[in-house]
């Protein structure tokens, strides 16, 4: 632990390295989920580097660089981001979702998997989804959040293990008071059971207290909080799915 704490000076905290991979939904001004393919103005979902999808068709990721700035980084997916927004808006009228929990979708056989071509590398992507959609459903897969990765100078997989005990420690404090998509669409869990509230005709809710709302194994897999050390590249992603259990 020591060494651990002496890696952790102001010096090396200044070289923190940081970026952002930020999900969203594709949708259409009504609220429902497009079902067009990955705009090609976008460019290739499979070689981009900065704007690919993720789970679905209709999920794009935004990816920005690594930085050592904060503001940087922010600014880079800001721009990003308006790219995306002016090329989806010039090309019809779909829209960026902006929350976490999905949009209204339709039945999950048709939200449509994300396609990288025909290339061994593409099908192999498409094949992986295809297999998610069995095992977990393609609604769960819907569920949008945020790739914070970040490495420190200096410090190997025995750090970085120690830093996930750590954060693992307290996450549910985290997932707690900053992890929370109160309201959801009804057709998220319709055919599931659930434990949620219902809040007028086609929404529901989660209460405060999470052992009161426990949604049973199927929902409780829509809180995810993975962090996965990297020996190659160095870099620790936290991967959070912003839900509560």
């Not at 998997?113 to 998610?132: H, I």
């Amino acid at each position: 632990m020591s060494s651990l704490q002496d890696i952790l000076r102001a010096q090396a905290l200044l070289g923190i390295r940081r970026g952002i991979e930020k999900e969203g939904l594709r949708v259409l001004p009504a609220g429902d989920l497009a079902l067009t393919p990955h705009p090609a103005a976008l460019g290739s979902a499979l070689t981009h580097p900065h704007i690919t999808t993720d789970y679905s068709e209709s999920q794009i990721e935004l990816v920005t660089g690594a930085h050592l700035g904060i503001d940087s980084c922010l600014g880079e997916l800001t721009r990003i981001h308006q790219f995306v927004h002016h090329t989806l808006m010039a090309q019809g009228d779909e829209r960026l979702w902006a929350s976490s929990m999905p949009c209204r979708l339709p039945t999950d056989e048709t939200i449509p998997l994300a396609r990288y071509g025909g290339s061994n590398v593409g099908r192999a992507k498409s094949v992986y989804r295809m297999g998610l959609g069995h095992r977990y459903g393609r609604r769960m897969q819907t569920i949008c959040g945020i790739h914070y990765n970040w490495s420190l100078p200096g410090v190997g997989s025995e750090q970085y293990f120690a830093l996930i005990r750590n954060f693992r420690r307290h996450a549910f404090v985290l997932l707690y008071l900053f992890g929370a998509s109160p309201a959801l669409c009804c057709c998220f869990a319709q055919g599931r059971p659930h434990a949620l509230q219902p809040l007028g005709a086609d929404s529901l809710y989660t209460c405060r207290t999470p052992p009161r709302c426990a949604w049973g194994a199927w929902a409780t897999r829509a809180t995810r909080r993975r962090c996965s050390p990297s020996a190659t590249t160095g870099w620790m992603a936290t991967r959070s799915r912003c839900t509560k259990r």
